[in-house]
């Protein structure tokens, strides 16, 4: 079962970063679909370009663990405004990609940074290797012969 304490998996930092990064380019390549739609949305090309450098920038402020929080509080924002615009135009298709990329940047934004560092690494590998010794027979015992009617 998954430790939910320890925050957002790389995981899904790398799907978030993706999604993103992906949508951002698309903005910033200028490609058809994103000019139509933020001109049927009442925005200026100049307004998708700022959009997709936002969503580019962070993208890739979450690919290094000091900056996390800031490149997810960003594209909280950005997935915020995406959100807003969809549901005000009534385009619902385009809400079921907003939300849950709204809300995965909010968890991002919110989750705790796991526990990091050569302690809590140490603790996990000396519990494992524990767990994985055989039980040994108290050093009393060890080396002398069996007492008569033991199993050993």
Do not use: I
């Amino acid at each position: 079962m998954p430790d939910r304490t320890r925050g957002v998996q790389p995981w899904q930092l790398a799907v978030l970063g993706a999604s993103f990064g992906l949508a951002g380019l698309s903005k910033l390549l200028d490609l058809g679909m994103q000019r139509r739609l933020f001109r049927r949305w009442g925005y200026t090309p100049e307004f998708m370009h700022a959009v997709g450098a936002a969503e580019v920038s962070g993208a890739l402020l979450l690919a290094a663990p000091p900056s996390r929080r800031l490149g997810a509080a960003g594209l909280t924002a950005v997935a915020a405004g995406a959100t807003a615009t969809v549901l005000r135009n009534r385009e619902t298709v385009l809400a079921f990609s907003a939300l849950p990329l709204l809300w995965m940047a909010l968890a991002a934004a919110t989750a705790p940074d796991p526990p990091s560092g050569s302690r809590a690494r140490g603790r996990r590998r000396r519990g494992a290797r524990a767990s994985r010794r055989k039980a040994r027979p108290p050093a009393s015992s060890r080396g002398k012969p069996a007492p008569p009617g033991s199993d050993r």
